[in-house]
C-alpha cells in the first residue's frame, strides 16, 4: 500500500545551520501530490509546501522541496535554520488527485533549533 | 478566518466510559475528518464526512462513531474507553473531498485511565 517513511525521531540543530528533512514514499500511482505540514507546540497543524510536479521546486515561508519521482522523494531543506523553526513536521501523500480525502502521514520529524 | 475549534483540549476519561469529542469550522467545508495521533507514530485518519456522508476506515470501524447535525459541526464519539485510545485526536477540515489544503484544530489530548 501507499506509505511515507521521514527522518526519524528528534532532529537538532544549531541555529543559522541548514535544515534537511528527509521524506521518501511509496505509491503505485504515477502522479502522487506531496506535502508538508508543520505543527508548532500549543497550534494547530498547517500546510507548509505542496507539489505535484516534477522536479520543480517549490517555496514557502524560507523553506523549500522538490519532488522527485525518480528517487520517490521530497525532502523539505531551509538555508539556515531559526529558533522559531522549532516544530513537529508531517510529510504527507496523496497517491492521485481524484481523492484528497485519503492522506497518507509519515510518522513526523521533530525539529529542535538550538541557539 | 481559517479557523479549526476542537474541545476540551485535555480530556480524562475512564477505562468502559464513552467519550464524546467535539469539532467545528466557520468555513462552510463539506468535508471533516478525525484523526488520532499517538507518539511517533504518524496521524492515522479515522474517518471523514463529506456534507452528510460519513466514511469510516475499515479497521477502526467499530471503534469510533460520529455525528455532523450540521455543516460547521463533527463530533467523535467513542462507545467505551480503552487504554488504547489514549492519544491526540485531530479535528480537519478541506473545502471539498477534492480539495489539497487540510485545515487543522489545535488537537483534544485523551487519557484514558
Known amino acids: 500500500g501507499d506509505s511515507v517513511t521521514q527522518t526519524e525521531g528528534l532532529v537538532t540543530l544549531t541555529e543559522g545551520l541548514p535544515v534537511m528533512l528527509n521524506c521518501t514514499y511509496q505509491?503505485?500511482?504515477?502522479?502522487?501530490?506531496l506535502f508538508w505540514y508543520v505543527h508548532y507546540l500549543n497550534e494547530s497543524p498547517r500546510l507548509l509546501l505542496k507539489?505535484?510536479?516534477?522536479?520543480k521546486r517549490t517555496e514557502h515561508q524560507g523553506f523549500h522541496a522538490t519532488l522527485h519521482k525518480s528517487s520517490s522523494s521530497f525532502h523539505l531543506q531551509k538555508s539556515s535554520a531559526q529558533l522559531s523553526d522549532s516544530a513537529l513536521y508531517y510529510c504527507?501523500?496523496?497517491?492521485?488527485?481524484?481523492?484528497?480525502?485519503?492522506?497518507?502521514f509519515g510518522q513526523g520529524t521533530s525539529l529542535s533549533v538550538v541557539p | 478566518d481559517t479557523t479549526v475549534k476542537q474541545n476540551p483540549r485535555y480530556k480524562l476519561a475512564r477505562v468502559g466510559k464513552p467519550v464524546n469529542l467535539i469539532c467545528s469550522q466557520t468555513?462552510?467545508?463539506?468535508?471533516m475528518y478525525w484523526y488520532q495521533k499517538k507518539p511517533n507514530q504518524a496521524p492515522k485518519l479515522l474517518l471523514f464526512?463529506?456534507?452528510?456522508?460519513?466514511?469510516r476506515e475499515a479497521d477502526t470501524f467499530e471503534k469510533f462513531q460520529s455525528s455532523r447535525p450540521n455543516n460547521s459541526f463533527c463530533s467523535l464519539y467513542i462507545g467505551s474507553a480503552g487504554l488504547e485510545y489514549s492519544a491526540m485526536y485531530l479535528c480537519?477540515?478541506?473545502?471539498?473531498?477534492?480539495?489539497?489544503?487540510?485545515?487543522f484544530g489545535s488537537g483534544t489530548r485523551l487519557t484514558v485511565l
Open positions: 480537519a477540515s478541506s473545502s471539498n473531498w477534492r480539495a489539497e489544503t487540510l485545515y
Open positions: 505509491t503505485i500511482y504515477s502522479n502522487p501530490f
Open positions: 507539489s505535484s510536479t516534477d522536479n
Open positions: 504527507a501523500l496523496s497517491p492521485t488527485s481524484s481523492s484528497f480525502s485519503k492522506l497518507v
Open positions: 468555513m462552510n467545508h463539506d468535508t
Open positions: 464526512y463529506y456534507d452528510k456522508i460519513l466514511n
